[in-house]
């Protein structure tokens, strides 16, 4: 088994069922898709089992609220993949994704240097959101994300940087879980639970990197925060990032500028 993609979702199904069937249709590396049912409503829950019916797919839920760590390790726990992928529900994959970031974890760099991998995208909190599509993540047709895809792939075509990336779609080797662990579901539930798990990668010598090439659909904000106030949403990020802060004294971060620094030298 090549991959495994672990999907956690809580009360949405029209963009997880977008998810499931691009990932179905557009991935042509060997895998098992993992559906982590994150305590949706009755009705959610119904709908999606009648989903995994149609997709083949491994169906879990958590047996209290995960949120967002909580699930995707639930998820891990029964992954059989030599490459793990976590990929929000809220996504649409496009062919090849898996095979291309794959393809750069295998080179020397990927196997020595790398944390994990990224795609582009239409909206993340980091260098990967393509200017071009950020505002056709509203309008855009499920059909249409192929189409930007394949303009992506000709303007980054093996382009590679190391940066900070974020947790909508992270795929790695599943070394790296022995190396690091699984996300932090005490301290960051949500919120910055990619940036504490890079940052500890990064302890180790292991970078993130981004491959341009590579797009990756993404709507945002539609599972887990969806459900949230703006109240709520603000006070989660604001104690992530005081943990994120406390934990990592010695690392200056700038999330804006999408950069941590150390000793005054900026390591990605």
């Given at each position: 088994?090549?991959?495994?993609?672990?999907?956690?979702?809580?009360?949405?199904?029209?963009?997880?069922?977008?998810?499931?069937?691009?990932?179905?249709?557009?991935?042509?590396?060997?895998?098992?898709?993992?559906?982590?049912?994150?305590?949706?409503?009755?009705?959610i829950?119904?709908?999606?089992?009648?989903?995994?019916?149609?997709?083949?797919?491994?169906?879990?839920?958590t047996?209290?609220?995960?949120?967002?760590s909580?699930?995707?390790?639930?998820?891990?726990?029964v992954?059989?993949?030599?490459?793990?992928?976590?990929?929000?529900?809220?996504?649409?994959?496009?062919?090849?994704?898996a095979?291309?970031?794959?393809?750069?974890?295998?080179?020397?760099?990927?196997?020595?240097?790398?944390?994990?991998?990224?795609?582009?995208?239409?909206?993340?909190a980091?260098?990967?959101?393509?200017?071009?599509?950020?505002q056709?993540?509203?309008?855009?047709k499920?059909?249409?994300?192929?189409?930007?895809?394949?303009?992506?792939?000709?303007?980054?075509?093996?382009q590679?940087?190391?940066?900070?990336?974020?947790?909508?779609?992270?795929?790695?080797?599943?070394?790296?879980?022995?190396?690091?662990?699984?996300?932090?579901?005490?301290m960051?539930?949500?919120?910055?639970?990619?940036?504490?798990?890079?940052?500890?990668?990064?302890?180790?010598?292991?970078?993130?990197?981004?491959?341009?090439?590579?797009?990756?659909?993404?709507?945002?904000?539609?599972?887990?925060?969806?459900?949230?106030?703006?109240?709520?949403?603000?006070?989660?990020?604001?104690?992530?990032?005081?943990?994120?802060?406390?934990?990592?004294?010695?690392i200056?971060?700038?999330?804006?500028?999408?950069?941590?620094?150390?000793?005054?030298?900026?390591?990605?």
């Amino acid at each position: 088994m090549k991959l495994s993609i672990i999907v956690p979702v809580h009360n949405e199904f029209q963009m997880t069922r977008w998810c499931l069937l691009s990932i179905m249709n557009r991935t042509t590396v060997s895998y098992e898709l993992i559906l982590v049912n994150d305590q949706s409503n009755e009705d959610i829950t119904r709908q999606l089992k009648t989903l995994v019916g149609q997709v083949k797919c491994k169906y879990i839920e958590t047996k209290t609220r995960g949120w967002h760590s909580g699930a995707c390790n639930l998820g891990i726990d029964v992954a059989r993949g030599e490459y793990i992928c976590l990929l929000n529900s809220d996504t649409i994959v496009s062919e090849y994704w898996a095979r291309d970031m794959i393809k750069f974890l295998e080179t020397d760099i990927g196997r020595n240097q790398c944390s994990a991998v990224g795609p582009s995208s239409s909206y993340c909190a980091s260098h990967q959101q393509l200017p071009d599509y950020h505002q056709t993540r509203y309008t855009i047709k499920y059909h249409e994300t192929q189409d930007v895809a394949d303009v992506v792939f000709k303007k980054y075509k093996d382009q590679v940087m190391a940066t900070r990336i974020t947790g909508f779609c992270m795929l790695f080797h599943r070394s790296r879980l022995q190396i690091i662990g699984k996300l932090d579901e005490e301290m960051f539930p949500s919120a910055d639970n990619e940036s504490d798990w890079f940052l500890r990668n990064l302890s180790k010598g292991l970078k993130p990197y981004w491959v341009r090439q590579v797009y990756v659909y993404h709507f945002g904000e539609i599972s887990y925060l969806k459900a949230l106030g703006q109240d709520e949403k603000k006070e989660r990020w604001s104690v992530a990032d005081q943990r994120l802060r406390a934990k990592y004294k010695d690392i200056g971060f700038n999330l804006i500028q999408n950069t941590y620094w150390k000793d005054q030298e900026v390591v990605y």
